[in-house]
């Protein structure tokens, strides 16, 4: 039998419940993207042994149909650390009602045990962090992992500013790839900035591309819509499995295919003393390149407001 020569690209996944799931699943449909040519194998870990076999089994199926030679498995912490690329969705899910503060707590030492579990890393691997609060859980993997400043993220805005353009494509009529805008900053819906002074759509400032009428009214419903659509889902149906989902996947096909895409994603940012979003160029050192967004003076300072807060929790872990 002839041999092929293809590379194997290795993905763990560390917490396999729904958004874990659902990164998988998503995984699996675009390997042949993911996988840059190669093959791909999905290493999952979860401390619920029974959820992580289960999840095995059923995203196994999920590859025998795909039929594109995706491997799932079970895996150690120890394993999953030695993978080209690492995803953390490990924690306690975020119930309504629950404050930021409790579920903050758990998952805090959820991320530091399995970052900890998992060093010492691959020296290139890269590790990106879903769990949150996701820019407070970036930086701390980021220490605990010692890994690059460049080699670790965390899905930050990138959700909220595919959805911001979405959304703003229903009401304007231009496609959502041909618009360029980003939410940015802390993600959470109170803290999160849409970066509408450096919004283009081809290359001309939004004030100029559209009436300004039309830019006025809808400025407040899509800020809003933006920042508050995860919180109506969760109340409905629990959690926000897919849109993250994709997201991972999206992430990782980036950075193993080195493809140089520019995203929102949460990393180090020496100017705020933090992990938080900014535009970044993504390629297979993680992040290839961050891009410098000129703020205005008021947009400066809501960053920076939150970006204390981070960095106040950040010192309260470290004690
Ligand atoms: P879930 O369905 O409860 O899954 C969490 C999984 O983590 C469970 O299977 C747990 O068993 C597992 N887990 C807990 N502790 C450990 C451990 N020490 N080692 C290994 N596995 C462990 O929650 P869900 O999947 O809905 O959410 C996971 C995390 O993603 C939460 O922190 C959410 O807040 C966060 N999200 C982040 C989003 C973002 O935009 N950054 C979006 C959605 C959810």
């Avoid at 390997?31 to 190669?38: H, Y």
């Avoid at 030695?82 to 579920?103: F, K, M, P």
């Avoid at 994603?265 to 100017?271: A, D, R, S």
């Amino acid at each position: 039998m002839a041999t092929t020569n293809t590379t194997t690209r290795r993905i763990a996944i560390v917490g396999v419940g729904q958004v874990g799931g659902a990164a998988a699943y998503a995984l699996i449909l675009g390997s042949t993207t993911v996988a840059a040519a190669g093959e791909l194998e999905l290493l999952l870990v979860d401390n619920n042994i029974a959820l992580r076999d289960a999840q095995v089994r059923d995203l196994a199926d999920v590859a025998f149909i795909i039929n594109r030679g995706t491997r799932v498995r079970a895996a150690t912490y120890r394993e999953a650390g030695q993978c080209d690329l690492i995803v953390v969705t490990a924690g306690s899910r975020q119930t309504l009602g629950q404050s930021n503060l409790d579920s903050a707590s758990r998952n805090i030492s959820i991320v530091r045990n399995v970052v900890d579990a998992m060093a010492p890393f691959r020296s290139d691997a890269v590790l990106l962090v879903v769990s949150n609060p996701v820019d407070l859980l970036t930086t701390l993997a980021l220490e605990v992992s010692q890994l690059p400043l460049s080699q670790v993220l965390g899905s930050g805005t990138f959700l909220e500013s595919a959805r911001l353009r979405g959304l703003m494509a229903e009401q304007i009529g231009i496609a959502p790839n041909s618009i360029d805008i980003y939410a940015l900053g802390v993600h959470t819906p109170s803290t999160q900035l849409t970066a509408w002074s450096t919004a283009t759509v081809a290359g001309v400032p939004l004030s100029q591309s559209i009436p300004s009428s039309t830019l006025v009214g809808m400025q407040p419903v899509l800020e809003r819509d933006t920042a508050h659509l995860s919180e109506v889902i969760v109340r409905a149906k629990g959690a926000t499995p897919f849109g993250i989902g994709a997201v991972v996947s999206s992430i990782c096909a980036s950075v193993l295919g080195d493809r140089r895409n520019v995203r929102a994603v949460t990393h180090f940012q020496p100017e705020y003393g933090c992990c938080l979003s900014m535009p970044a160029v993504l390629g297979r050192e993680g992040i290839a390149k961050t891009i410098e967004v000129p703020l205005s003076e008021e947009e400066r300072r809501k960053v920076e407001e939150s970006a204390k807060m981070v960095r106040g929790m950040m010192e309260g872990i470290r004690q």
